[in-house]
């Protein structure tokens, strides 16, 4: 009877979980909400938006049977439409706003309630990043009847302010680190939450938190301690916080501060050391109920901006953990939060936890919590915002074990079935960053982008093919996923995920940096800390590199080709244009100078075929064959392995690819001229114009991207002022000019001295005909216009020669070229006649060396012709014909024996270069290519 019980409620819960409406309007009705929510704008860009639709259309195919039944109206700026941004693509309508920074379009919250009321929407999502953080975006829209989809203005503010935030934690005696206001506490906090009451902060305690001056930030610094950190109470994402380790960096870094967050309060805080950054995901609604969504481990951060994510936060003591989801919980009630959010705390192992801040948004890594929790958050958000009171909500009722569309209240403050995180999952930010750079970002276009995924890994990107970041965007795209059972697990899918993700684009990623940190014994074994991977940076720890030599052979192949096609194009326009430019613009020859690691490498090469280069390098050389991709790059084949290659030319080098490992060579530029090196704003010069700056002293700051980056000098010298303050840069612009102190004290690099490797390209065979077809290949590609190095070209030629004289003079060559094109019809023709033409081709074999042997070509045609006479049928008849057309072709060739054949391939040479020869002897050389135009007008202008 158990046992009939049990397997009734199983199919009850199926069938529950399976249950559809028709409408929003009546799903609304059904689980106990207030407000039918059916459009909904997208105040964001990039992948908050796809991430945002793709969750809440999946949610509303489960539901409602139909993936539109939300409609969603998207932002769109001219630079993201010109960038063919992915989630224009997929929105339901999209409406132009205007370019520029965000704060003309998604973080302009009137720009915002204008469009939303124009459409009209009934609910507004602005995910993290842009407008997500500012309360009067909630405040306007609740004015005009629009529903928010996060917390109340009060709410976001008391939590979402840094300084108000802290106070409330202390307040509520949740720990905290010391800050400058640290001492501040509201009276009868804990008690004024618990009789219901929404607790604020009144704007003379917060102010109390706030520093007003640099000099009050100092004296707070001197009292809390170096290091410390001068953070925007307004800040996020990496941005209004900066490290301050002494006196002498604290104006700096407080300067930098005001400008990344301007008009946004600031706070000292301590810095914590050996810490672990742990975030609580929690989702709140309207009725007063909270819970936790387990947490995420963020610890590896670089400009205090996390670049991988995971959950659950093993590194935590379950215990402790517990304490701080129940803070977490308490602090939500506290100001009454509504939909999620994110409380993050530092944890520091034996010494317990402090509160850090609360973010009042979803966060870019919630993907993780979703993975472990089977919850999808933005529909969770959706189903708050229309009032549907969390016990109502599906996903959670199945992760508290409750029957998914059932009615009974969830305890849970004490659950009968406290949930239990699925697995372990791990989140990787891609981004357009260059590492080399200290994460510098960069903007550009995105030529091909491939991602596969599978069971275990996904991910989801706001660019696709064809399309591209520009230089207002954010500098992450792309959001990769992977789960396991445990978390070594996850750790192993994500590096064979981001291993075979291609990106091939203008800009540099952070995905090779990426692998190799996941794949560092530190993070394999979970012992690390906050600082860890700016220690990395700061110690200039690199992603693997290629092999020098072979990135500079690749290199210098891409540079050739590319030298040589231009120089085709340019003559041909000319052509085309009825003028002759001089011989040289066809040269097939190219100098190339190399720079890596102020070793410098000079380089010919010389295309000796369409598919072949000879590379010299101090009296070494090298053949490399080459095959042109459709996407501009090459496959390259030397030494016996093969390799595909991708480059970009960057201001100031060469950024090339070979096989996902990226490689920068420098140009001979001038260290004088300071230029930047990506798209920008020139936010403001630290120093004044004409001043003394000493090497590797930031002299300006640039915004890229939304991050404000330092630009330092080179060299030291006097420093002239190039561009004005708050001008747009592009990649290349000169920011300054330098007066050196010491012209003798720039470097130049060291010049390479050793040779090419020794290892021959040999992918023609070794076999006699083998060898035959490819030195006439090579005879008849230095006719048609290739070349080699001039103090290899005659050696070579005469090599050649004798070559192909003794290949075409030994007797085994048609033997080797016959028992090649048999192999090749082997079970396509009848078994006797493959069996009677080797027969004849063994008997020719064993008696080479005999002065009267003669290839059997016309025994060989007698046997073709005697099967073909058998054959009644016409059409078989004419397809054996053409099946064995290539022996024909051969007993053709040979048919006065190989003294016939050698003579018939030597004339054919003659007279191939007497033809060429003889357009030049009437005249001038511009009179010689008039009048081969004038012949050859009606054909194609290439083949002139």
Known sequence: MWLLNKFKETLNFEYQSHLHVATPAEFVRTFGGKRVIEKVLIANNGIAAVKCMRSIRKWAYELFGNERAIKFVAMASPDDLKANAEYIRMADTCVPVPGGTNNYNYANVEVILD???RIPVQAVWAGWGHASENPKLPELLHQHGITFIGPPEHAMWALGDKIASSILAQSADVPTLPWNGMDIKLENASARAQAGECVEVPKDVYDQGCIKSRKEGLAAAIRIGFPVMIKASEGGGGKGIRKVKSEEEFELAYQQVKSEMPGSPIFIMKLAHNARHIEVQIISDEYGNAISLFGRDCSVQ????KIIEEAPAVITDPAIFEEMEAAAVRLAKMVGYVSAGTVEYLYMEGKGFYFLELNPRLQVEHPCTEMISSIKLPAVQLQVAMGIPLHRIRDIRMMYKESPFGMNPIDFSSPKNPPRPHGHCLACRITAENPDEGFKPNSGTVQELTFRSNQN??????????GGLHEFADSQFGHCFSWGEDREEARTNMVMALKELSIKSDFRTTIEFLITILEMEEFSHNDYDIGWLDMLIANKRRSEKVDTMLAVICTTLHIADNAIQSRYNSFRAALERGQVMNLKHLSCIVDVDLCYDNIKYTLQAAQTSHNSYHLALNNTSLEVELHRLNDGGHLVIYGGNSYTTHMKEEVGGYRVVIGGKTCIFEKDNDPTVIRSTSAGKLMRYLVSDGEHVDKGQPFAEVEVMKMVMPVCATLSGSLKFQQNAGSIL???????????????????????????????TNTHGRKLH???????????NIMAGYTFPEEHFSSILDNSVKLLYSTLKNPSLPL???????????GRIPVHVEYDIHDLLSHYSNHLNSIVAQFPGQAIASVIDTHAASIDNKEERDAFYMQTQGITDLVIRYRKGVKGHLKSVLYTILRTFLSHENYFTGGPYDKCVSRIKEELKDGDIADV
């Open 770 to 780: 083998q060898i035959y077809r490819h030195t006439l290949k090579r005879l008849e």
């Open 115 to 117: 469009i939303a009321k």
């Open 302 to 305: 670089r400009r205090h901006q």
């Open 730 to 760: 592009n990649p290349g612009t000169i920011l300054g000019i330098l007066e050196l102190d010491d012209p003798s004290s720039i470097a130049k690099a060291e010049l390479y001295t050793g040779g090419l490797p020794d290892c021959p």
């Open 816 to 826: 080797f070229e016959c028992e090649e094109l048999l192999s090749a019809l082997s």
């Open 457 to 466: 890994v996904w991910g989801y990107f706001s660019v696709q093919a064809s």
